[in-house]
T-cell receptor, first 115, second 112 residues
Framework: DTGVSQDPRHKITKRGQNVTFRCDPI?????LYWYRQTLGQGPEFLTY????????KSRLLSDRFSAERPKGSFSTLEIQRTEQGDSAMYLC?????????????FGSGTRLTVV | DQQVKQNSPSLSVQEGRISILNCDYT??????FLWYKKYPAEGPTFLIS?????DKNEDGRFTVFLNKSAKHLSLHIVPSQPGDSAVYFC???????????FGTGTRLKVLA
């Protein structure tokens, strides 16, 4: 069990550019989640996958955001035409399908700064 | 609409004493609750959970209490240690979704 891995750890981009983040979950975990955290706030739900199916998207996820999980393994989160308001920590988490009490295992996050 | 609230942004406690972190929720459908600890530049780390069929769960120095009628839970850390200094988040889920909603966090500082 190597944990949840996220890449890159930090990303600085100019406004208007596209960025893509990658998440590798724990291998036996069926569910994968993306959250966003800004300063002074708790993690805010963005979207989640069960295997390769994207089951729910938050209204926070505008049309500029897209997430994929091809083959039910790693996931990518792309932000197109970045805006300064997109600056945040993007957290990926995974969990087993059964048992909500297991909670999530989070990665270390990708910190995005849009300048 | 903040469904999970942590009304104390910060808390300072002397080493060896009890730390009590509080959390309130509004959605009566929530039936699983978690506490996470977060250090700077790291992702949140799972601490302890409780389901709505229980009112208490213990794991070492950490105990979570759930009062369903008040829609309130609390995390007790006894004895508090300097290494416990971190931001603590509570989170709640409806077991039908397994999607957790997080509070805004409480920054705990344990003074040596």
């Amino acid at each position: 069990d190597t944990g949840v891995s996220q890449d890159p750890r930090h990303k600085i981009t100019k406004r208007g550019q596209n960025v893509t983040f990658r998440c590798d979950p724990i291998s036996e975990h069926n569910r994968l989640y993306w959250y966003r955290q800004t300063l002074g706030q708790g993690p805010e739900f963005l979207t989640y996958f069960q295997n390769e199916a994207q089951l729910e998207k938050s209204r926070l996820l505008s049309d500029r955001f897209s997430a994929e999980r091809p083959k039910g393994s790693f996931s990518t989160l792309e932000i197109q035409r970045t805006e300064q308001g997109d600056s945040a920590m993007y957290l990926c988490a995974s969990s087993r399908l059964q048992g909500a009490s297991y909670g999530y295992t989070f990665g270390s996050g990708t910190r995005l700064t849009v300048v | 609409d903040q469904q999970v609230k942590q009304n104390s942004p910060s808390l300072s406690v002397q080493e060896g004493r009890i730390s009590i972190l509080n959390c309130d929720y509004t959605n009566s459908m929530f039936d699983y609750f978690l506490w996470y600890k977060k250090y700077p530049a790291e992702g949140p780390t799972f601490l302890i959970s409780i389901s709505s069929i229980k009112d208490k769960n213990e794991d070492g120095r950490f105990t979570v209490f759930l009062n369903k009628s008040a829609k309130h839970l609390s995390l007790h850390i006894v004895p508090s240690q300097p290494g416990d200094s971190a931001v603590y988040f509570c989170a709640a889920s409806d077991s039908g979704t397994y999607k957790y909603i997080f509070g805004t966090g409480t920054r705990l500082k344990v003074l040596a």
